[in-house]
């Protein structure tokens, strides 16, 4: 039996996405004007916006409504390899929630439950939905942390401090670690769930068993158990899923290519720099991205401009290019979303305090 979904009061949900909204513009704007401090990229920054010639404007639209429709492909191949129907409307609804939150959210740790939730919605097994958003997480995350990773050790890392490669590096040898052994885990179910059972029972006997650490605790303990059992779950039916699975997550990062190609040549046709070094370079940045706690990796992203693409582009473009690629992939999902969820009545459920529970 499906548990009831719960979905917050107007006012609720109101005031979640104010707080929401108003850090990720205000940390936004603070990472553009650190860049544009002392200097006249400022006036080139609005004349991009405002000055394109028709065409990239027609262009940068549908490269953002590309990657939207990778997603939606990514979804739904994902509901195939779990056996669940999943029609093209409730990928497509998941998908826009599922960005809306988690360019909203620190770390976009709302994203996969706001997903979770419109599957639920309409219609999906609640377990099979939880599944489909984590699996699909658990490869996109390693997909570009691979890929930002071979593109720092193949030389397409920008000259950046060493202290931040080292930061990068570390972060993408962690998160990788983690998953691999995850998965791992789930290849031994029962000994895995039993280690972390007796783990748990452990470390809940000393200091961090006490008060609300206790609850942190359990919580982490319950997410591992759970992830061990889903992936064990999916392993369950055989290898014959993963070859679609993957190739809709080469599909999802070809149109992050596409975008980056299409604003690098709308912005300097004749500069030469959209080549597979830049696409590179682009990865490394989108892995960066990947493990910032800002909201989208809003401030650090914009920051991030110069050490990026300065060596690409020069000063000034660098900023518009970084500027058109979270319009591009950032801020018209943020802006569909705030006029698309209201419409088809998810607001106040995807702006909830839980996934499901009493109302």
Not at 154 to 182: E, H, N
Not at 241 to 257: D, E, F, I, Q, T
Not at 330 to 343: D, I, M, S
Request: net charge positive; hydrophobic share 55%.
């Amino acid at each position: 039996m499906t548990p009831p979904l719960h979905e917050a009061s107007r006012s609720q949900a109101n005031r979640r996405f104010v707080l929401l909204f108003v850090i990720f513009a205000v940390l936004s704007v603070l990472g553009f004007a650190y860049l544009m401090r002392g200097n006249t990229d400022a006036a080139a920054l609005w004349h991009s916006l405002g000055m394109q010639p028709w065409w990239f404007y027609v262009i940068v639209a549908a490269a953002s409504a590309l990657l939207i429709a990778a997603e939606v492909a990514r979804v739904m191949v994902h509901g195939w390899a779990l056996g669940v129907a999943m029609p093209a409307r409730t990928a497509f609804d998941a998908t826009i929630a599922n960005n809306f939150m988690s360019w909203l959210s620190p770390g976009g740790l709302l994203g996969e439950p706001a997903a979770t939730y419109v599957m639920a919605r309409y219609g999906t097994p609640v377990d099979a939905a939880l599944l489909i958003a984590y699996v699909k997480f658990v490869i996109s995350f390693a997909f570009i942390l691979i890929l930002a990773g071979t593109g720092i050790a193949l030389g397409y890392s920008p000259p950046f401090p060493l202290t931040l490669t080292v930061s990068l590096i570390s972060g993408i040898s962690l998160f990788v670690g983690l998953m691999a052994l995850l998965v791992g885990g789930a290849m031994w179910p029962t000994q895995s769930r039993a280690w972390l059972a007796r783990l748990h029972s452990r470390v809940t006997q000393g200091w961090l068993g006490r008060g609300r650490r206790r609850a942190v605790v359990s919580a982490i303990y319950r997410t591992a158990d759970e992830s061990v059992a889903r992936l064990s779950a999916l392993r369950a039916r055989g290898a014959r899923w993963l070859l679609p699975v993957l190739l809709s997550h080469v599909g999802y990062y070809c149109a992050y290519a596409g975008i980056m190609l299409a604003i690098a040549y709308g912005l300097a046709p004749d500069a030469g720099v959209a080549n597979a070094a830049f696409v590179m370079r682009g990865f490394v940045y989108l892995g960066f991205l990947h493990i910032l706690p800002t909201p989208g990796g809003t401030a650090l992203g914009e920051i991030a401009a110069h050490a990026f693409f300065a060596s690409t582009f020069g000063r000034g473009l660098d900023v518009q290019f970084v500027l058109w690629f979270r319009i591009a992939t950032l801020y018209a999902h943020v802006g569909f979303g705030l006029l698309y969820l209201p419409a088809i009545g998810v607001w106040r459920g995807v702006l909830g305090r839980r996934l499901w529970g009493p109302a």
